[in-house]
């Protein structure tokens, strides 16, 4: 499975940003998918979650009521949409996906990673 990110680019804080990951494989409607990132000098950490059909989604707790994950299974595509952006959130993202019954919640349930795309959020 590869899995193309994009979408990154510079903001200013309270802007939005929408994440989009396209994956080559056709089986696309039966992977879990989620976001990471990876801030400067930091640890690549869990941001968001969605099942294979759409109907669970999971995020980090700083990115609760301001980023959504969403998926379009026709178009074997995964979204990410970030509101009110804040400094902290610069980090380069990555989408991630996996054919497990466990969800993307973190790095061990991960089998397929993107490239990173690189959101920077000035002040």
């Known amino acids: 499975v590869q899995l193309q990110a994009s979408g990154g680019g510079l903001v200013q804080t309270g802007d939005s940003l929408r994440l989009s990951c396209a994956a080559s494989e056709r089986t696309f409607n039966v992977l879990n998918m989620g976001w990471f990132r990876q801030a400067p000098g930091k640890e690549r950490e869990f941001v968001a979650s969605i099942s294979w059909n759409g109907g669970s989604t999971s995020y980090k707790d700083s990115a609760k009521g301001r980023f959504t994950i969403s998926r379009h299974n026709a178009k074997n595509t995964v979204f990410l949409q970030m509101n009110s952006l804040k400094p902290e959130d610069t980090a380069v993202y990555y989408c991630?996906?996996?054919?497990?019954?466990?969800?993307?919640?973190?790095?061990?349930?991960?089998?397929?990673w993107g490239q990173g795309t690189l959101v920077t959020v000035s002040s």
């Open positions: 991630a996906a996996n054919a497990r019954t466990t969800a993307t919640i973190g790095e061990e349930f991960v089998d397929y």
